[in-house]
């Protein structure tokens, strides 16, 4: 462990001043010239080259790199082991990054004023950071609950301690073992549903494959206190491009031009260089993997695929979950759709196997092949958080509408509760509290941890869920309802024939498919008579569980080794 | 010589056929091997041709050399262009192997379709990504731009002469037209699948015996990854530390810029010979005289000749059944462990060894199965009966 001396770079008084309250040291950059530095107490000022770091735009370039060094140089004479702490998309952003790449030091991120656009820059920092510093409590309140990976504030003391990730011994080859790397940007202790999926893989496979399967997992998110076999590869955004001296690594100028020249410059995305610090991480190490799993989003690092192939000969999969190029969600320009369409054939043609969660997803991922090698996976409840046991009888009362999860703007609550406000039926909302005034039969319970969103959904009959037009979602809100045995009441605005919802839940008992309008609901509430499902065999196939079996058997296919010898002579 | 000359020059020959090339084997220069194979046996049959390779520059003068009696003009597009109404007049049969983008163009517009077949040999119709094994990733990294332009190129230029059904294309395995057509984004139509020509008379039938499993023979260009040399090497190392390994005797034999790399984990192996060097057809035939087991691994072939020589010599091959190999082989005559896998490969090294009583009917198999499927009969007749096709 080390200490290091937090230095905010910032030009607010207000964050100096709390900085100073912390005995922080801090940078603002000069009033009458923003290119020059200073550290209050010091009277050695300092000079940047530009008025921002851009690696990308020529920052490290001859006559800029000997600048950019003096700026760190300048830091480390006059702060005992510094730490910068920076403000995502702010000038010193980069440097902070650069600094982390080339001298390893730890870096913190200031958040401030409002929430930060994701840019790579963005999620780099705050991927990579040893620690936020968030003054206002209601925008850390805010800024946690929206950013999808751990947040850990700086410690309010002078000296911060600094410990490093520890080494992970190299994963060798076993008989009868497949060795199996997964590698996802998000997952330890990050809250999204990409890192459910693969934190269950990485503490199942190898429990649900009996031992023929063990799992390493890399991450670009922290995850203190790791289990062993986890890899924290840190992201630096634009500084996954330098190389050790300091300045562009020689691969460098061939990544900028290639995204000069896309109309979908993968590499300017979130995590689009992360895979070049998994290659430089992993380039010399000496482990042995069978197979190699990849999930997105976000997607750039599928072009990891690439190295694990040459380097390892492994099989690999590319873990899409939801579509990439060809999603409905995203607003891509046409051009920028046709960039990504191509990028994506390309991953999809060097890669073993395409995965996604559901049947309309396979349909939306861009063929390599005449015939493309794309498996399902779905999502699934995590069996091992159980739910209460179903009652064999339903308890007298009106009905209760369970909802558990995000509403979104584009789907409100509104015509449901307009129509079971003419009822007795209840709303329970377990989410994000709702913003609209509250109807006397709606219960608001805030966000929940899962165990309690199982145990309030065991006293609900009907869970809800909103179906988005593209019908491509099977949102894993509706397997924590099968998990506990409710109905399912699933609000769409288009039809339902081929959507994913439709055809997984297709002869699944008390799934109920109603428009979202008001007169629907209604007329549907008029003859619903709420189900008790106690056969957990009905649920038993949307668990993590099933879907990991499937791919456990994909993966030991991937990982056989053995020849099979022809019989030429009759045995 | 001016493009006049040219012309004058073809219509006082009145050749039965006209190959149009963007390399063509003369002197030191070499590219287009299989093309002039091709017009030998041609020329055996009866035909007489004129080649034109078009890849000098637009303000070099044209010449004409000679390859027995058939005659190679090394002129530019331009002269080709030049050229063309006379072709067209002549209504003589054109032959062009793997079109530029702007041969393919001139084929189109200047030349009656009805006379002109396209052989395409597999990387002018092919997206460079699946090859992606020829790229580190540093080296991908710098290259892209260009390759992703060439990919539209080519593909752009290929689109109208698929979709033209005049115009006769030929493609040497299935596999090569399936993804070629996937890749160039159209139905071909008129089309011959007709492997390259196996000359069985060099490469003759002999029955291995099963000792001969023992005599290994690793025989393959360096040049580029997709030939997946690594792999048989990295499976060579793996079986060094079995009981029995040093009964083998192994030759590793090729060129290329990756061959220096690759055979380092097997130069201190005793019972393994590395020479560097390019092998004639007729070193080749020797080599596999003496050995009995051929090692091919690869990654993306469009046929396999290499493989194909080897089992008309009556070989047993150890290869992967990736691309089009599964075409051109299966497990009665090749071993056949999954690609990519060093390890399967060794495994499958192992399983001929310690079963060399498998050695004569995989040797029997092999020599038969190149000789219907890649014989004359096969090849070399069928492109004659299109020439004729063409003339009529």
Avoid at chain 1, 10 to 38: F, K
Avoid at chain 1, 285 to 292: F, G, H, L, T
Avoid at chain 2, 75 to 86: F, N, R, V
Avoid at chain 2, 269 to 279: K, M
Wanted: charge should be negative; hydrophobic fraction near 40%; proline fraction near 8%.
């Amino acid at each position: 462990m080390s200490l290091h001396t937090p230095v905010v770079f910032t030009d607010d008084p207000e964050i100096q001043a709390m900085a100073r309250s912390r005995h922080w040291r801090y940078v603002e950059r000069h009033p009458d010239n923003p290119q020059v530095l200073r550290l209050p107490g010091v009277d050695t000022l300092c000079s940047m080259p530009q008025a921002a770091m851009s690696i990308t735009d020529d920052s490290l370039g001859e006559a800029s790199l000997p600048v950019w060094t003096y700026v760190l140089n300048w830091l480390a004479r006059f702060v005992h082991k510094p730490m910068p702490v920076v403000e995502a998309n702010s000038y010193a952003t980069e440097l902070a990054l650069w600094a982390s790449r080339t001298r390893d030091w730890p870096m913190g991120a200031l958040v401030a004023g409002r929430i930060p656009a994701n840019t790579q820059q963005a999620v780099a920092l705050f991927t990579a950071a040893d620690g936020f510093f968030i003054p206002d409590e209601n925008l850390s309140a805010k800024f946690t609950a929206a950013w999808p990976a751990l947040v850990r504030l700086l410690p309010d003391q002078p000296l911060v301690p600094n410990e490093p990730i520890p080494p992970v011994p190299a994963t060798r080859r076993t008989p009868g073992t497949t060795r199996v790397l997964l590698v996802g940007y998000y997952g330890g202790p990050s809250p999204t549903v990409g890192s459910q999926r693969i934190n269950y893989w990485f503490e199942q496979l190898e429990t649900l494959s009996n031992g023929r399967v063990t799992a390493d997992v890399a991450l670009a998110t922290p995850w203190p206190e790791a289990p062993a076999r986890v890899h924290q590869v840190r992201d630096l955004g634009p500084a996954n491009l330098v190389g050790s001296t300091g300045g562009l690594a020689y691969f460098a100028r061939g990544v900028m031009d290639e995204a000069a020249s896309q109309s979908y410059p993968a590499s300017r995305q979130v995590a689009g260089t992360w895979h070049w610090r998994l290659i430089d991480y992993f380039r010399n190490r000496e482990d042995e993997y069978d197979v190699v799993i990849i999930t997105g989003n976000p997607f750039p690092p599928f072009e990891f695929a690439h190295f694990a192939t040459r380097h390892w000969y492994a099989r690999t999969i590319l873990d899409y979950r939801d579509p990439f190029a060809m999603s409905p969600r995203v607003a891509f320009t046409p051009e920028s759709r046709a960039g990504a369409t191509y990028i994506e054939a390309g991953w999809n043609m060097s890669a073993d196997v395409v995965t996604v969660v559901n049947d309309a997803c396979v349909a939306l991922a861009v063929p390599g092949e005449q015939d493309p090698n794309v498996v399902v996976i779905p999502n699934g409840f995590d069996e091992r958080v159980t739910a209460p046991a179903r009652p064999q009888q339903r308890a007298a009362g009106p009905v209760r509408f369970g909802h558990a999860g995000q509403l979104f703007p584009i789907t409100p609550p509104d015509p449901l509760l307009e129509a079971i406000s003419h009822t007795a039926a209840e709303f329970h909302h377990m989410g994000t509290p709702l913003r609209t005034e509250i109807p006397a039969n709606v219960t608001n319970y805030g966000r929940l941890p899962r165990s309690e969103v199982l145990e309030t959904l065991g006293g609900m009959d009907c869970g809800v869920a909103y179906m988005a037009e593209s019908g491509i979602e099977t949102p894993t809100k509706v397997f924590d309802y099968l998990a506990a045995g409710l109905d399912l009441l699933l609000l769409h605005r288009g039809n339902i024939e081929g959507t994913a919802l439709a055809a997984m839940l297709d002869g699944v008992a008390g799934a109920h498919f109603v428009k979202d309008t008001v007169e629907d609901i209604s007329a549907w509430l008029a003859t619903y008579e709420p189900m008790t499902h106690t056969d957990p065999a009905r649920a038993e196939r949307f668990s993590r569980r099933a879907s990991t079996m499937k791919l456990i058997d994909l993966i030991l296919e991937l990982g056989d080794h053995e020849f099979d010898a022809p019989d030429l002579l009759g045995g | 010589m001016t493009s006049g000359n040219l012309a004058a020059e073809l219509r006082a020959e009145s050749p039965d056929f006209i190959v149009l090339a963007p390399g063509y084997p003369r002197g030191t220069s070499t590219g287009g091997e299989f093309i002039r194979t091709r017009v030998q046996a041609y020329v055996a049959a009866g035909l007489s041709g004129h080649v034109y390779e078009y890849r000098a520059p637009s303000d070099a003068a044209p010449f004409t050399l000679h390859d027995g009696s058939t005659p190679i003009t090394v002129t530019s597009a331009d002269g080709i262009e030049a050229l063309a109404p006379t072709l067209r007049e002549l209504g003589v049969p054109v032959l062009a192997h793997s079109p530029t983008p702007r041969m393919a163009e001139l084929l189109r517009t200047e030349l009656c379709g009805s006379r002109v077949a396209v052989w395409y040999h597999g990387y002018e119709v092919r997206d460079y990504r699946r090859l992606m094994c020829n790229f580190s990733p540093t080296k991908i990294a710098g290259s892209r731009p260009g390759l992703d332009q060439m990919n539209r190129d080519r593909f752009a230029a290929a689109r109208p002469i698929f979709e033209d059904p005049a115009i006769t294309k030929v493609f040497v395995s299935q596999f090569q037209r399936g993804y070629s057509e996937f890749d160039v984004g159209a139905t071909a139509e008129n089309v011959h699948v007709i492997p390259n020509h196996i000359d069985t008379d060099l490469y003759r039938a002999r029955e291995r015996a099963p000792e001969e499993a023992r005599r290994i023979l690793l025989l393959r260009s360096f040049a580029t990854r997709n030939y997946a040399n690594d792999i048989a090497l990295r499976a060579l190392e793996i079986l060094a530390p079995r009981r029995g390994f040093d009964q083998l005797e192994i030759t590793v034999r090729g060129f290329g810029l990756h061959f220096q790399r690759e055979v380092t984990g097997v130069r201190a192996l005793r019972n393994v010979r590395v020479q560097e060097g390019y092998s004639s057809p007729v070193e080749m035939a020797m080599l596999h005289y003496d050995h009995g087991v051929f090692l091919c691994p690869t990654r993306f072939d469009t046929q396999g000749v290499m493989l194909g020589e080897a089992m008309a010599s009556g070989m047993v091959g150890i290869t992967n059944p990736v691309a089009a190999i599964p075409e051109f082989t299966d497990e009665t005559c090749s071993l056949l462990p999954r690609g990519d896998d060093p390890l399967a490969f060794a495994e499958a090294i192992w399983h001929i060894f310690t079963h060399p009583e498998l050695m004569p009917v995989m040797s029997r198999n092999a020599a038969a199965r190149v000789e219907e499927q890649c014989g004359r009969a096969a090849t070399v007749d069928r492109e004659i009966t299109i020439i004729r096709s063409l003339a009529a």
